[in-house]
């Protein structure tokens, strides 16, 4: 017997299953008219077309009558640097004097800004700051997020982000997962210490924080001055013997071999890929990664676009993400990534919004909970102010979510 019922659905638009979907499949979504979704509790337990059969309407089931809009699952926002101190309004005039991300980087500032901005604030300044930040995705209708650390670079400022996470997790609507990734940069302290810092990651934080169930990824930032291939494979090859999925931040801004890394070491996902040679595709076609792309960072660095279109043509699953950071793209919005997904990379709306849900739920390794609406998984829904699935698309730059559920409850 359900407990929530939303009918007169004009359109419901999901992706189907419990992994990722690549190639043409995907997008092949399913779509029905006229639609009802039955909820008991937080899981859907049927889903279809025309009236909900009575039996399944109990004496005090609540009632949503979607108007005729669209339905689909809430958005999964599988990249984001979620909790950091400060942010990077500094660095507006150097990046628009065409100083790059990675000179601003070099000279201490960009990551390493945030490094001592997020050092110096409290946990619970975190905490306030970070909630705020959910509090703005969940209305733009993201109900699941990643969250990855790596403005800490120390054991206890690490430690602190990882914290703020897990108590997010549990305070407020937005479903997390964590990613450890103190491989974000090398901080100050061991500029002359690479070896040092590659240690105090492998053999102290890493399993420190395996055994406290702090994170279920690592990612490292492979790139040109920061870490290289053969580090990269260090740090996550140990990261996978302690149980975590391996990301890879790869050909962000050089082709230095991340992509490849990624395929030869069954990494989850690989992340931006904006310059990612054919090579790379192949090793991750083959290694069953997921490619997690960021077209807003690419649309705010003023970079070039990611080769989706080849990466489908190899059978490469696409996840979208809107990489919300105080550096590279300090935007909250996954709908406007997924404009620009379709703008730029030139994906269709099916394909996109299987990019942003089911595909983006198994690149953080929750895709046989959310991601679909199907019967079995978890509630999460958005009623959208439109008629149609191109319709979210062909709009853009205001939030067409009208309604948000999470876990079978009305959040927004
Ligand atoms: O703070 O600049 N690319 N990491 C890798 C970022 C962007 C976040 C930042
Ligand atoms: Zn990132």
Redo the contacts with the bound molecule.
Sequence with gaps: MASLLINNIGMLATACGTSAKGGEAQGQITILHNAYVAVQGDQIIAVGEGDAPADLIGENCKVIDAQGKLVTAGLVDAHT?LV?GGW?EHELALKLHGVP?LDI?AQGG??LS?VRSTRSATEDELFEKTAKSLDTMLSLGTTTCEAKS??GLDFENELKQLKVTQRLNESQPVELVSTFMAA?ALPEEYRNDREGYLSLIIDEMLPYVAEHKLAQFCDV?C?TGVFNVEESKRILTAAQKYGLGAKI?AD?IDPIGGSVLAGEIGAVSAE?LIVCPDEGIASMAKGGTIACLLPA?SFYLGAAFAPAKKMMEAGVPIAIAS?F?????PNLSLQLAMNIACYRYRMTPEQVLTAATLNAAAAIGCADRVGSVEAGKQADLLIWDADNLDFIFYRYGNNLVNTVIKSGKVVK
């Design positions: 640097h950091f990077r991300y980087l960009g990551i945030t790596g403005y974000h930032f790139e931040h962000e931006h960072t990489d950071n105080p550096g590279s793209t």
